[in-house]
């Protein structure tokens, strides 16, 4: 059995960044990175969008070259599954049934897609996307499919509706909820983005609850919702929201709450165990009480935070999360948690394309999220950053020059 290290479980962003945080803290010992996939760490973002365009191919995708790992003596152990942690021995037990031994363990497992249980779900040309191998399987089908149903209206479905309206295959999107990005979004900038999807020729069917998959010859032929409604098609993704992956932890006593709870250290309740990234449930001084971000800002920040402490550091997690979505030739971008504001205010003019929504509660600025406004999303970041002092008024003059706000 080789010496303990550091042992990292999860081959994404949040454990590739906690491996190279903790080698940049001066960590000298073993650094072993267990993913359960046959790849190289990859990006995800383009799999939604350029991927499936046939824009960016599979060797575009690492997030490192294989020199790094070498480079960095941090040991890539790929398409291998972590089945079991052993808190008293210090070790984590492999699917192949050898154990790895550790003095510091980070937990960057991630999330999985939420599943959709109704008659014909099993059927083939029925897809989630979050990995390589299911963009691949979607990539390929994409080609003979002419229908495509997209089960859900949240930020992934649109992308990818997006993307395939491009291709000029046929889209709807089937939404259970009354409007689109119902939990992520206003209705006023929702709508914004519905009239455009559909502008572009997507069918958007909300309030749809889906009661089967019809099939023909073992291969999904349409979606029928509880309404009687049926919708021809012959490929179906289905993107209904993730679940963290917190059974490894939980079956080793540590506590989850909505995903693996962590402090501002990203530590768990055991001194030796880190955890980081889409699993993790974790106070953030940007958000109320404990949440849980999917995000790759928050994979990458949090897994260095994971990656130096585990070296033996003391580092906080304290950034304002912020994302992006590319649907079109929109841009998506958001900064802060607008949880709890209670007014918001619009810069710019949605008319011409390019605006931002600023979201306060009383005085204090929560978040900002713009539609091809590069520079209020950078401002935002500073300004959240800062702590800064905005008015509405200030926000809604267009002439007035809200870094004037970062001198105060």
């Not at 154990?99 to 960057?108: D, M």
């Not at 959709?116 to 080609?143: F, K, N, W």
């Not at 009661?211 to 032929?221: C, H, N």
């Not at 993107?239 to 693996?260: F, K």
Request: hydrophobic share 45%; charged share 20%.
């Amino acid at each position: 059995m080789s010496a303990a290290g550091i042992v990292i479980v999860g081959g994404s962003y949040a454990g590739l960044n906690a491996a190279a945080a903790a080698r940049a803290a001066g960590f000298t010992g073993p650094i072993t990175l267990v993913g359960d996939e046959p790849h190289l760490p990859y990006q995800r973002p383009p799999l939604s969008k350029d991927f499936l365009k046939g824009r960016v191919e599979s060797s575009q995708l690492p997030l490192r070259a294989p020199k790094f790992f070498d480079d960095s003596a941090i040991e890539l152990r790929r398409g291998h599954e972590v089945v079991a942690i052993d808190r008293h021995k210090q070790e984590v037990v492999l699917a192949a049934g050898d154990s790895l031994p550790y003095a510091k363990l980070v937990l960057a497992t991630g999330c999985r897609p939420r599943k959709l249980s109704v008659p014909g779900s099993d059927a083939a040309g029925i897809h989630c996307l979050r990995t390589l191998d299911d963009a691949q399987a979607i990539a390929r089908e994409c080609a003979a499919a002419s229908r495509v149903a997209i089960v859900g209206g949240g930020f992934i479905g649109l992308e990818i509706a997006a993307a395939l309206r491009t291709m000029g295959k046929e889209v709807v999107v089937v939404e259970a909820q009354s409007r689109l990005l119902a939990r992520a979004l206003p209705p006023e900038l929702a709508a914004y983005i519905a009239r455009r999807h559909e502008r572009e020729g997507v069918r958007l069917v909300f309030d749809a609850q889906v009661a089967s998959f019809p099939t023909r010859g073992g291969r999904v032929d349409a979606v029928l919702l509880a309404d009687g409604t049926e919708i021809a098609a012959d490929l179906v993704i289905v993107g209904i929201g993730v679940v963290p992956n917190q059974e490894l932890a939980q079956a080793a006593g540590l506590r989850c709450d909505n995903g693996i709870v962590v402090d501002e250290r990203a530590a768990t309740q055991d001194q030796n165990i880190y955890a980081a990234g889409d699993c993790t449930s974790h106070p953030n001084p940007f958000a109320p009480g404990m949440t849980r971000l999917e995000c790759v800002q928050n994979a990458i920040d949090q897994g260095r935070v994971a990656g130096t402490n585990a070296a033996g550091a003391s580092a906080t997690y304290a950034v304002a999360p912020w994302f992006w979505s590319d649907q079109y030739d929109l841009k998506l971008q958001g900064v802060g948690i607008s949880t709890g504001y209670d007014r918001i205010v619009r810069r710019g003019d949605m008319e011409q394309g390019a605006f931002s929504f600023f979201y306060f509660r009383g005085e204090r600025l929560l978040a900002v999220e713009s539609i091809n406004k590069p520079g209020d999303h950078m401002l935002g970041r500073k300004l959240l950053a800062a702590g800064a002092k905005l008015s509405q008024r200030e926000v809604e003059d267009t002439g007035y020059d809200l870094k004037q706000a970062l001198a105060q």
